[in-house]
């Protein structure tokens, strides 16, 4: 049985993959237990959210600061159509995993992952030297990460921390490579991964429930498309507060986003590069989500005035133009 999208049982069941399913043998059985429904409904239901687009991805969600990449924002000046070479770099770069439109003289922004800085000089280079102004922002802490697009507030990851690399041995760095591997949606999710591994489903499950309690691997579930959950506006805020410790600016917002489904992606960054004609004092980014613009403004002016009245920036997003998952092998395939 396929529940409808408008059902409560449909999100219920969007909500439970959103906070990720159980490291188990069959955790969609387990997950249809909890709610007393059957199996084959979950897999059924999960199944034509993915293939609706109505689930973006189904797969392992990892702390990148853990295995060595630093998150980086960039802001340009570019208006679409004048640059289609520079546009079609950064949107063909898999360190590039967003690329947003947005309401703003930097009108293009994107998100970069990299180690050791190694793309992220090249792109500040190249930015420079194209006459644009931008500005490069490196995350410091990452105070929230994910919404919830099907309703209440559920299990989101939230730390107000900075999060240090991990030194993994050879056998951590094959369960990280298995767990980059899950994608499918199936009876015996983790039993299908270790094959393709060539490890006993026991190893690979004790493998993974050890990136989980180190925090390396956040989840292993969904990520939904907020446009076609309804969240139709969006804009990412910029907030000063850079006159208070990073600490007590991190407590602070980690108070303020808590609990908000409409409040993701907050992080505290700092300027790394820029080529600007005015200051950039910005600090703290929230990505804030809504219905409608009516809405949206009422949530921006909620956490103005949560901070206080700090000065603050709307970049209102026009379009979407890339949304992908970052694939941590990639640079060793080529």
């Not at 991805?57 to 990148?64: I, Q, S, T, V």
């Not at 992080?267 to 990505?287: C, G, H, T």
Request: charged residues 25%; aromatic residues 10%.
């Amino acid at each position: 049985m396929i529940y409808a999208p408008n059902s409560d049982i449909f999100k219920e069941i969007a909500g439970e993959l959103e906070d990720g399913i159980q490291l188990a043998e069959r955790p969609f059985g387990e997950l249809a237990s909890r709610m007393g429904i059957s199996e084959e409904s979950v897999l059924d239901t999960a199944r034509e959210m993915l293939r609706r687009g109505f689930m973006r991805r189904f797969g392992a969600f990892f702390d990148h600061r853990k295995l060595g990449y630093a998150g980086y924002l960039f802001g340009v000046s570019a208006p679409v159509g004048t640059e289609p070479e520079m546009m079609k770099r950064i949107c063909g770069a898999s360190y590039v995993t967003h690329v947003y439109e947005r309401e703003h003289a930097l009108n293009i922004w994107f998100t970069v992952l990299s180690k050791e800085n190694g793309n992220v000089g090249g792109i500040c280079d190249r930015l420079r030297s194209s006459g644009r102004e931008y500005v490069a922002l490196r995350a410091s802490k990452v105070i929230k990460l994910r919404p919830s697009f099907v309703g209440v507030p559920r299990g989101e990851y939230c730390s107000g921390g900075g999060g240090e690399p991990e030194n993994l041995d050879s056998r951590a760095l094959r369960m990280v490579r298995a767990a980059a591997l899950v994608s499918g949606i199936s009876e015996r999710p983790f039993e299908d991964v270790a094959r393709l591994s060539g490890m006993p489903a026991t190893e690979l499950l004790d493998g993974l429930r050890g990136l989980s309690s180190r925090g390396i691997v956040r989840r292993i579930g969904a990520s939904f498309d907020h446009y076609r959950a309804g969240w139709k506006s969006n804009s990412l805020c910029a907030f000063d507060l850079s006159a208070a410790d990073e600490n007590e600016t991190a407590g602070i917002a980690l108070a303020a986003v808590s609990g908000l489904p409409w409040a993701s992606h907050c992080y505290i960054r700092w300027l790394y590069d820029y080529e600007l004609s005015s200051k950039w004092p910005y600090n703290l980014y929230v990505m804030v989500h809504a219905v409608s613009d009516g809405e949206l403004g009422a949530r921006e002016r909620h956490l103005r005035e949560v901070f206080g009245g700090a000065s603050f920036v709307s970049l209102r997003t026009r379009r979407e133009i890339k949304h992908t998952h970052f694939d941590i092998f990639s640079e060793e395939r080529g």
